[in-house]
């Protein structure tokens, strides 16, 4: 396919053309002569690119509104017009419009995202928590937070730089004060994602109804959680490959079954048992009523909880209390048992928060235990600290020799590399200071290791 040229000739327009032609020249050369190694370096150019014109396309978005083109082409607004103009609808127009407000051009974040350091995704999570410092933040302490932001962006997940936008102001306040102010944005998110609860359901008319529903966050993870436990991903994790259509079934299906057993005995006014999710929290700020008291945390994702939250659930749940910079002796089973223990599990998900393979974002409840430095076989002990949370694929990898892994000898993370190479990586999953210290580590990578 050819691209159509501007017309009139002006120098934006043949530059505009000059990057649609070389578009049309590397087309067949990614066609037909790709190696796997070419592959990649088109996904990494070429995100890096993608990311360069989002910025350009912000810049234009700027123009668009602030000269009401949209009035003058009769389209009803500037993100219809731009819905329009992308191949999209008015609500993707009107969101690329909300970020070209909300990052100011030539900020550091501008610049991140024209020099293809940073998606338009987290520009638009930077620039969102960059509205939601504190009121009393100095200019200077918004340009720290913006620059950390921009730094940490290369290392997280958008959900783990959303995470960490929320207590961004921990690089000059005070850990109560990042508390007080983390609480408060969590109570409100949780209190508009309540307003905006909603579920719609409709018959196709062939046997089968389709719906649609928004929850908040807590209980999405809540329903997963119970979900994931009747479509078995590990089922479809054996076969080597995850088959997402055939997962999406499973988890339909399952979705059926839950609803055909819930336990009419016990639905709201009768009370009830919500299915296991792990949720941390310091007891002392479990029990306080103080406005500074720190969040909780679902382990099973990472969601985090506003206290209010979190002792509302606590109410109808089971406390599991674990001391994680205490002794781990009862967590401790030597050489008597092979399998880790479900309390054990817990544990490791409370310091893994996941497969623990760099970049990889596999769940607690999709991963395995995996016997440390030494397998079961050769001598390993199945006690806390030799455990290592990995997922089916990366756990298969590690059998097979194609994945090597250790515990930090410094700190215990655990740390993966490919044969043949030197250089050990860790995970880059980002929780809040506090979760560091309780759990004994540095903020920074030990010797030896590498992000």
Known sequence: MVAQHIEPATPLAAELNALQTVIDRLEPLVRNVLTPTEAQQVTQVVGRVKNRLDALTLRAARVIHDSRLARRQGAASTGDLLGRDLGND???GNRLLGVARDVPEQSLTDQALSAGDVTLTQARIIADGLKHLPTNTTPEQRQTAERTLIDD???????DLRARADRIADQWASPQDVDRH????????????????????WANGDGTTSGRFTIPDAQAAMLKTVL?????????SMLGRERTDEYATRVGRGF??????VPTDRLPNHGGNNVLVAVNMDLADLESRLEDAAPGTITTDGTRLSPGQTRRLACDAKLLPQVFDGESVPLD????????????????????HGCASPGCDRPPG????HHGD??????????????????????RQIHAGHLQCRLNPHDGTPEFRQPGTTQWKRHRRWRPQREDQARGRPKKSEPGASS
């Open 90 to 92: 008015r609500g993707a």
């Open 153 to 159: 962006a290369s290392l997280l997940t958008p959900k």
């Open 182 to 201: 983390e609480s408060g944005l969590l109570a409100e998110r949780e209190q508009r994602a309540w307003e905006n609860t909603k579920l719609a359901m």
């Open 228 to 236: 994931d436990a009747y479509a078995s991903p590990r089922r479809v």
């Open 256 to 261: 059926c079954e839950l609803i055909e057993r």
């Open 333 to 352: 089973l030597g050489r008597e048992e092979r399998l880790f223990t479900r309390h054990q599990r817990i544990a490791i998900a409370n310091r893994d």
């Open 366 to 369: 999709w991963c395995e235990a």
């Open 374 to 395: 030494r397998t079961w076989a050769q001598g390993g002990t199945t006690n806390l600290k030799e455990a290592i949370s990995v997922c089916a694929e990366h756990h």
